[in-house]
């Protein structure tokens, strides 16, 4: 049982490069969100999904898109990187009892 | 809109000594949650308060739910070193149970 995992751990990524973070959960929860975390600020939601296929807003979405295309995945993407997305990205999930369970993060840094 | 002010931000303490942290709101919150951050991981859930007034353990680490439902507190008796990290509060957001937000963090750092 692996809980929430993140692919990759690690990311170095030049200005205007794209790039796909992975979130996968065999936990069979319908609730999956994408954090990042910087430092002072917090944890803030950048978007998450209620179900397989919906996306929704989060607090801070802009320069993101996320796809839910099966329940267990949660994919989070930058079109074009900027210096400003250099941060943790953690992804979580719920079961639909307030509960979040979090995956380990990805700290992505864009030169 | 709903926020989440933990106080204090970060704190230095001696092993042995207790901790006393605390997150207030000025909404109300159904619910209060503490999770713990260690380095280089994610959030883990420590506690959840579902009731007002509710006084919650887990091991050496006490949480309580205001009675006003706008504050929570969280206390650690006597600290060990795996203690440290960063411990957020959180709360569903405007009551949902499809989101819910973080405060800030309070940071605890054991002194040797």
């Known amino acids: 049982n692996a809980g929430v995992t993140q692919t990759p751990k690690f990311r170095v990524l030049k200005t205007g490069q794209s790039m796909t973070l992975l979130c996968a959960q065999d936990?069979?929860?319908?609730?999956m969100y994408w954090y990042r975390q910087d430092p002072g600020m917090g944890l803030r939601l950048i978007h998450y999904?209620?179900?397989?296929?919906?996306?929704a807003k989060g607090e801070v979405p802009d320069g993101y898109n996320v796809s839910r295309l099966k329940k267990q995945n949660f994919l989070l993407g930058l079109e074009s990187a900027a210096p400003s997305q250099t941060s943790v990205y953690f992804c979580?999930?719920?079961?639909?009892?307030?509960?979040?369970?979090f995956g380990p993060g990805t700290r992505l840094t864009v030169l | 809109g709903q926020q989440l002010n933990q106080s204090p931000q970060s704190m230095f303490i001696q092993e042995g000594e207790d901790v006393s942290m605390n997150c207030t709101s000025s909404?109300?919150?159904?619910?209060w949650l503490w999770y713990k951050q260690d380095p280089g991981e994610g959030p883990v859930l420590l506690i959840a308060?579902?009731?007002?007034?509710e006084l919650t353990s887990n091991g050496r680490l006490t949480a309580q739910f205001g009675i006003t439902r706008k504050d929570s507190f969280l206390n650690i008796s006597a600290s060990i070193p795996s203690d440290v990290g960063i411990y957020f509060c959180?709360?569903?957001?405007?009551?949902?149970?499809?989101?819910?937000?973080f405060g800030k963090g309070t940071r605890l750092h054991i002194l040797p």
């Open positions: 979580a999930t719920n079961g639909g009892s307030n509960e979040q369970f």
């Open positions: 936990m069979n929860h319908e609730y």
């Open positions: 999904s209620v179900g397989e296929g919906t996306t």
């Open positions: 909404s109300i919150f159904n619910t």
């Open positions: 308060l579902y009731k007002a007034g």
């Open positions: 959180a709360g569903p957001k405007m009551n949902r149970d499809d989101k819910i937000i």
